[in-house]
């Protein structure tokens, strides 16, 4: 089992920052990747980015340039820098361990509202 811990929503006003957290716990040494999924009122959700144990990175193109993805090992945390953002950036922000056998787990979810 994988515990997934989300932090650092917010409201933030468009060309605005926020940096999401994702503290793992659990059986931490079986997670092969870790990444961010959003949802959007009214649509499925996508992913935004993850990041593999070796530290490859994958990025959707809607946020290419403008966030980024990293871990710290010893905290076992994950991060989402966000810049640059932008109205249809509002979502539910999740986080998503993946492990041996294609398992995930996800976070509950830190809401994300860009709005001026």
């Known amino acids: 089992q994988v515990q997934l811990v989300e932090s650092g929503g917010g409201l933030v006003q468009p060309g605005g920052s926020l940096r999401l957290s994702c503290a793992a716990s659990?059986?931490?040494?079986?997670?092969?990747?870790m990444g961010w999924y959003r949802q959007a009122p009214g649509k499925e959700r996508e992913l935004v980015a993850f990041i593999t144990t070796s530290g490859s990175t994958k990025y959707a193109d809607s946020i290419k340039g403008r966030f980024a993805i990293s871990r710290d090992n010893a905290e076992n945390t994950v991060y989402l820098q966000m810049n640059s953002l932008k109205l249809e950036d509002t979502a539910v922000y999740y986080c998503?361990?993946?492990?041996?056998?294609?398992?995930?787990?996800w976070g509950k979810g830190t809401l994300v509202t860009v709005s001026s």
């Open positions: 998503n361990a993946m492990i041996l056998g294609g398992v995930q787990y």
């Open positions: 659990g059986n931490i040494l079986s997670i092969n990747a």
